[in-house]
Structure formats: structure tokens, C-alpha cells
């Protein structure tokens, strides 16, 4: 019943029921998070060749490593064979990878696979930049001897194969559906494609100036040696935002290209590719794309709180891609108000035992994925004898690859009246600049607002009773825990 109810505190916080800046104060306070371009990495998890991947700024653990095999007799035809219904029209070298807003847990294993979460989607709209992104995409061959074979390796693993092609969509869209019907009918995001010559040595594109297929000789975990063909494609961005409404998906078709364009021209549904090629991925080979992003992390709110003899800060955090690319690791021996998300408070006393309290970040329960990563800090100021006086609460807050820091300044006052700067929480991202959605707040002991200003306002009034709750829910659950 704690943890709900303090989830359900966190909640009507988030809703940010705030004024205007009253005073001098709420200037040096603000949230500030960052629109800036952002390099950002998103890579794809290959499991096996047959199911959807998931996609995410993940990377995938460096001890997993696969060339996933479809099976014998899997050539792609549908290029060749057209007619409804026909059985040898199969399509084998078409692969799909979706936005996860979780983990892969490449620690637990289910039917066979590191386990993964069914939530698709993203916490808000993702904003991109620039024009083109790039896409990095692996392909191996073994001549002679297969996967899991017993058999020495071929002393030759190369298959020579003229006009490879690898070409890649990104849609809006995220839903399963029969066929990937879904998938396909979105609107398009981005697109690109390269053509290359398997061999053993480095082919650049003909058909793609700006991409281009290099060879890497790989030695397997049982020592086999493989031959594995980065394709690197530039993909031309359509638009500009990815809606959180939408998603997005990724389809990614490897074929052979006829170069007069008579045939086999419609690389989205209908291509010819015999069975010699495995999608590959490695420690150093992980298929991803190299995306800059203009949004990539941002603070929603900060509430310090008076709670009896101690000072409670709530904050709330989170990233559009979902609330596991929030760093929430801390730093060891720094009762966790330092590390991915760190905490410092400045005054006229040391704040030496402040402390992470709680930290609510839902990346394991159905559907709540994309919800903010709720952190609250404690700082027992009596207990440490702080001295009267204005204390300045900052906030960083870091994506899981560290390329980007939001930043939030709060205030508290101890002395004859106990005064806070509280700030959030965000609706868009039009509010993603300083000294916006502050407020100045006298409270009692026991967190509840007593400004002439609140005392006007029924928001105001709830707020300061749903936070006095909310921090002795956090308080409570951190002593039952």
C-alpha cells in the first residue's frame, strides 16, 4: 500500500499545477534541459533471424555473439515466384527490429533467448537532427562447413556474391501484425541502401556514393573463421520528429540487386537472395545506427519538502527512448547522491548526510516503461546542526551513454520561516529552458504550504497535502525496506 501510494503522489506532482515566478528567488532557480544535437547510438538486438528485435541505446552484452541461422532451404524468393499462395515465394532476408522502451536481460534466459520485455514505444516524441543518420548492419558467410557443424572450418570461408544489397526504412509504427503489414504501412521516417561485393577484400558502393561494405576476417568462439561484411548506409531523414503516438520500426532487407532494374525491384516486398548469408553480431560488429537527437534527457520536476527534522527532495526524471536510459547508477560510497544522477546541496552548512531515499524506476512492470524515473534525497538537516540560511539544491541528471545532462536548480530557507523553490513539472518541450514553471513556497513542519499565495489556490492546497503524504510514503517504504 506504501509503494502505491507513493507512486500515486509521484503521479499528481508530475502534473506541475504551478504560477509564475513571484520573487527575486525563483531567477537563479530553473530546470534546465538540454536541446542540443546529441550523438546517440541505438542498437539492434539480434536474437535469432526469424523474430522482431528489439532496439534500444542498449548495448548488447560484449560476451553474446551470434550468426543467426534461418535454416537449410531458406532462400529468399519472392522476387522469383509471385503468384498467391505460391510455396516457394518465401521471404527469409527480411528482418524487423521495434523501439523498446526496456532492458534486454542478457543474464536471464527464456525459451532459448536473453529475455525481453513485450512494451513497445517511447516516453515522449524524440526529435532529430540534421539530415541523414547512419545505419551499420552485419552479415556473415562460411563456405563449406555450417554453424554447429563438427567439421574443421573451410580454410576458405569466403562466398563470393556480386550486388549485395542492404536496404533500410524506418516507419512509424510499432504494432504486430500478420505479414508485418503494420510495419510496412507506416509512414517513412528514413531511408538508404548500399550495394557491395562479398568477397575477402574492402568493395565500396557503386550504387550509394555516401555508404559502402567492408570485409573483416572473424574468428568465432570455436575457432572458426568467418567472414563478416559491415554495410554502412546513409539514411535520409523524411521528417524531423519521431511521435511518441507512433513509435517506430525498422525494416532491413538484404538481397541480391539486379542492376538493370527489370527485375527484383522492390526490395520492401519482393527480392531473390539464396541462403548463404547470416545476420551477424559481435562484440565488435553490433548492428546500431548512429543517430543525433535533439531532446535526449530532461528533469520534470524538483519539490524540496520540509518533513519534520528533515529536508525530502522529490525529482522526477526521464529519457524518450524510455526510463531505462536514465542513469540511475550511483557512484559507490557516496550514499547515492552522486553517480548518473548526483545531488549536491550548497549553504551555509555541509549537507554531509545527505542520502538517496528512494528510487522508483519501473523498467520491470507491463506498461509502465515509459513513466519517469521518480528519485527522492534526504537530508536530515537538524541532525547535522545546519545553520540558518538559503541552501541551493542542483540536480544532474545523465542519459545511460553519458552524452547528455539535464540540469535543475531548487532552493530551500531554514530559519524563523521555512521557505522553498520548488520547480516543474514539463508538459513539452517548449518549457525545456531555465527559470520555468518555479515557485516560491513558505512551508510548516510537516510540508504543507502556508503562503498567502497558497492559501488562495485550492491546487496549491492539495498539492502540499499530497506531497506531505507522498514523502511519508517514501520515507516509510525505505524503512520497510
Not at 83 to 109: C, L, R
Not at 158 to 171: D, G, Q
Not at 251 to 257: E, N, P, T
Not at 263 to 274: E, G, Q, S, W
Amino acid at each position: 500500500m506504501t509503494t502505491k501510494l507513493a507512486i500515486a503522489t509521484v503521479a499528481l506532482l508530475a502534473l506541475g499545477l504551478f504560477a509564475a515566478p513571484t520573487s527575486a528567488q525563483a531567477v537563479t532557480a530553473g530546470i534546465t534541459n538540454p536541446l542540443a544535437p546529441t550523438p546517440t547510438n541505438l542498437y539492434f538486438h539480434v536474437l535469432d533471424a526469424l523474430q522482431e528485435m528489439p532496439i534500444n541505446t542498449q548495448q548488447p552484452d560484449p560476451a553474446f555473439a551470434k550468426d543467426a541461422p534461418v535454416g537449410l532451404a531458406t532462400s529468399s524468393t519472392t522476387c522469383l515466384h509471385q503468384a498467391p499462395g505460391d510455396p516457394f515465394s518465401q521471404e527469409y532476408h527480411q528482418y524487423y527490429g521495434y523501439s523498446s522502451p526496456g532492458y534486454v536481460e542478457y543474464n536471464v534466459t527464456q525459451n532459448g533467448v536473453p529475455r525481453t520485455h513485450p512494451e513497445r514505444g517511447l516516453s515522449f516524441d524524440v526529435l532529430l537532427d540534421g539530415d541523414t543518420f547512419k545505419l551499420f548492419w552485419y552479415i556473415s558467410t562460411q563456405a563449406g562447413t555450417p554453424t554447429g557443424s563438427q567439421l574443421p572450418a573451410s580454410a576458405d570461408p569466403y562466398v563470393i556474391v556480386p550486388n549485395v544489397a542492404v536496404h533500410a526504412w524506418m516507419r512509424t509504427g510499432e504494432e504486430i501484425s500478420i505479414g508485418n503489414a503494420n510495419y510496412k504501412s507506416g509512414t517513412l521516417i528514413a531511408e538508404g541502401e548500399t550495394v557491395g561485393r562479398l568477397g575477402n577484400a574492402v568493395a565500396t558502393s557503386t550504387d550509394s556514393p555516401t555508404g559502402k561494405v567492408t570485409y573483416h576476417a572473424y574468428r568465432d568462439a570455436q575457432n572458426r573463421d568467418i567472414a563478416v561484411y559491415e554495410y554502412e548506409l546513409s539514411m535520409k531523414l523524411d521528417t524531423k520528429t519521431i511521435k511518441k503516438e507512433s513509435g517506430y520500426n525498422m525494416q532491413v532487407a538484404v538481397f541480391i540487386k539486379d542492376p538493370t532494374g527489370a527485375v527484383c525491384n522492390d526490395p520492401a516486398n519482393k527480392i531473390f537472395m539464396p541462403n548463404v548469408s547470416k545476420l551477424h553480431t559481435s562484440v565488435l560488429y553490433r548492428p546500431h545506427m548512429e543517430i543525433s537527437i535533439m531532446n535526449p534527457i530532461r528533469i520534470e520536476y524538483m519539490h524540496p519538502q520540509f518533513i519534520g527534522d528533515d529536508m525530502v527532495i522529490h525529482t522526477s526524471s526521464n529519457s524518450p527512448w524510455g526510463n531505462y536510459d536514465v542513469d540511475e547508477v550511483a557512484a559507490a560510497g557516496s550514499n547515492g547522491i552522486k553517480g548518473g544522477i548526483e545531488l549536491t546541496i550548497a549553504g551555509a552548512s555541509e549537507a554531509r548526510s545527505a542520502y538517496r531515499a528512494a528510487v522508483v524506476q519501473r523498467y520491470h512492470e507491463h506498461d509502465h516503461h515509459t513513466e519517469a524515473v521518480d528519485v527522492s534525497f534526504v537530508w536530515p538537516y537538524k541532525t547535522d546542526g545546519a545553520k540558518d540560511g538559503t541552501y541551493t539544491i542542483t540536480l544532474k541528471v545523465k542519459n545511460d551513454q553519458g552524452t547528455a545532462t539535464a540540469v535543475g536548480v531548487a532552493q530551500f530557507q531554514i530559519g524563523k520561516d521555512l521557505t522553498v523553490t520548488k520547480c516543474g513539472g514539463l508538459e513539452n518541450i517548449d518549457a525545456a529552458k531555465s527559470n520555468q514553471n518555479c515557485i516560491n513556497e513558505k512551508q510548516d513542519t510537516n510540508g504543507n504550504a502556508i503562503t498567502e499565495e497558497a492559501k488562495k489556490s485550492p491546487a496549491f492546497e492539495l498539492m502540499g497535502l499530497v506531497a506531505s503524504l507522498g514523502a511519508v510514503a517514501t520515507l516509510l517504504r525505505r524503512r520497510l525496506a
